[in-house]
């Protein structure tokens, strides 16, 4: 007979988790009492909601599920966002949390919340555990669903007196759900459709999303793209997934895509899409998106097909299992490789048109752009890059040239602000000795600040950039260009001293302005073992561009 | 477009609100829902009737099957099927009318499971259009109450769908 809080944690030994980030609660104390003796670490954040983000910033570098658990009532709902925005990029997590005894269910005990009808829109699925028997076999079942098919993040709900109780102890080591049979192969017939569309195009354009990294396919694209010269551009999701500085790579595409890679995709007449999903920052005006094309479609989700646009070859399947098979078919229809002169010319045309570029700037200001281009000088290829969401979020997707899959994090889905730094702990975690920067503004940086101290308290290093334009930033942007500069709730002119706040939290902090400066204090970061809080001066009107006006086509597009 | 949809799910608790909270982030109506076991103690069938032109509906399918808990969804409505619905109608029964209402209630083979001084509760069982026509005819004598249960569904023939 073993006890629910020692089955929680056994479960947890067999699904090889190392990690659980969290907070601890009253309700939980006795699965801490059995995790004293477990080799698992438990990570204790500062704020439910970085535990999340955490956990999810662990899964994206390690391929891993990220496990977070949290207490009943508040420590539950505040994970709500990083669930949510686990659930938008299709991350692999499990989340436990403490939930009040099943015999005080629906009675508004103290700390007492319905998180499984909270999430239920927000996970892949959800468990509230009702009976003790059931308890080893939600554990598995929800690991297997968050890490199969879609990935996703599963919440299993743990009222104090299942894990109180007692039972025998059995781990299933298969699962069988009737109705979740995740389908891997694509369709024969349709791959060879596809094989066949592929030797006939004359202007063809691979779009890879984030389903490309989470289904490690980004050898079987590259192996694509080079047989048949394909130029590749890719979602936010999917940076990383071609190395950014092969030739073939048009760069990302979208709301604040690169003029040529929006072009191409717009007058191709084949687009392949690959684990993405069409999304409206991709798409913008549906009438108007790629008029010309025939559209492929590759996902393991049968919802994602025919969403947004009209797919004309859809193939149901992981991207890699499917990639792998095309390339089969496609290597046996080749004679020789495309030159596709025309196409590439068209493409060239695009780019010497509007390239992407950027002016000096003001004194005593730094150029964002300048900032993010040098940081991928300086950081090696492997580093791994969060970013929070906002300007400092696009101008890192444009200007960092991301070589290698899973080095990219960042909320492309909810779009989270205060993402960045605590998924830069969980970065660091799930892979030491790689560099982790996190990209940030003044704005976002203040949603999750307090995870520093867990930094800290970890000996976690990294380097937080925070790009300060005293303003959020985006919104102000829009203000700028659509509300005639009526400027309203978006000014940020009283911010706190993020050098003073960085080193009270335990970091070493620093102030710059000026490009030399900037590049000395960031070579000594990349050796420090403390985190690292750079704050850069950038000025206040400083915008992303290119910019797809929301609902508009790549026609409407605005490169400066 | 009005589409009879079956699914089989899981005989759990949540499981209704998983499905009907589908409908509802999306905006989509529920025109009716029954729900009830099966055969199988351990599922349970819904019959969903929902209107939307075909390509939302097939969205909503698709999502409906991307749920852990569904087991099987089947549009019916291109199949050949049957479909009843059940009705209790409770209706001012004056005695001056009592003869002209079981005229109308023995013309619909339904039946009176409950005689009261001033009224009758009506049971009737039948597809909605059927349903619908009964509801209309006793309009007149004054209705004072309706339960109606919704509709089931099944695909024709010999082909067993659980």
Known sequence: MKKGSEIIVECLERENVKHIFGLPGAVLCDVYDVLHDSPIDFIICRHEQAAAHAADGYARVSGKTGVCMVTSGPGATNIVTGLATAYMDSIPMVAFTGQVPTTMIGDDAFQEADIAGITRTITKHNYLVNDIKDLARIIREAFYIASTGRPGPVLVDLPKDIIHSKTKFEYPEKVSIRGYNPNLKGHPKQIEKIAVKLSEAKRPVIYMGGGVILSNASREVEELAHMLNIPVTSTLMGLGGFPSNDKLFLGMLGMHGTYWANMATNNSDLIIALGARFDDRVTGRIDKFAPDATVVHIDIDPSAISKNITVDIPVVGDVKEVLKHLNEEVKKRIKSKPKRTEWFKEIEKWKAKHPLLYGDGKKGYLKPQWVIEKISELADDSAIITTDVGQHQMWTAQYFKFKKPRTWLTSGGLGTMGYGLPAAIGAKMANPKSIVVNISGDGSFQMNCQEIATAKTYGVPFISIVLNNNSYGMVRQYQTIFYKKRYYATDLDFNPDFVKLAESLGAEGYYVDDEKKFIDIFKKSLKSKLPVVIEVKIEKDEKVFPMVPAGGSVKDILVD | ?162
Do not use: W
């Open chain 2, 1 to 162: 477009m009005k589409h009879i949809i079956s699914v089989l799910v899981e005989n759990k608790f949540g499981v209704l609100a998983r499905v009907a909270g589908l409908f509802s982030a999306r905006g989509f109506n529920i025109k009716s829902l029954s729900v009830g076991e099966t055969i199988d103690p351990t599922v349970s069938r819904m019959t969903i009737i929902s209107a939307g032109d075909d390509q939302i509906i097939e969205q909503v399918i698709k999502q409906l099957r991307r749920l852990v808990d569904v087991i099987k969804v089947t549009d019916l409505t291109g199949e050949d099927y049957v479909d009843r619905e059940m009705v209790l109608i409770k209706v001012n029964a004056e005695p001056k009318v009592r003869s002209e209402l079981m005229q109308i209630i023995d013309i619909f083979r339904t039946k009176i499971i409950d005689v009261a001084p001033r009224s009758f509760i009506v049971e009737a069982t039948g597809d909605n259009d059927k349903i619908n026509a009964l509801i209309d005819l006793l309009r007149p004598f004054g209705i004072k109450e309706i339960a109606r249960t919704g509709c089931v569904a099944m695909s024709r023939g010999s082909k067993s769908k659980k």
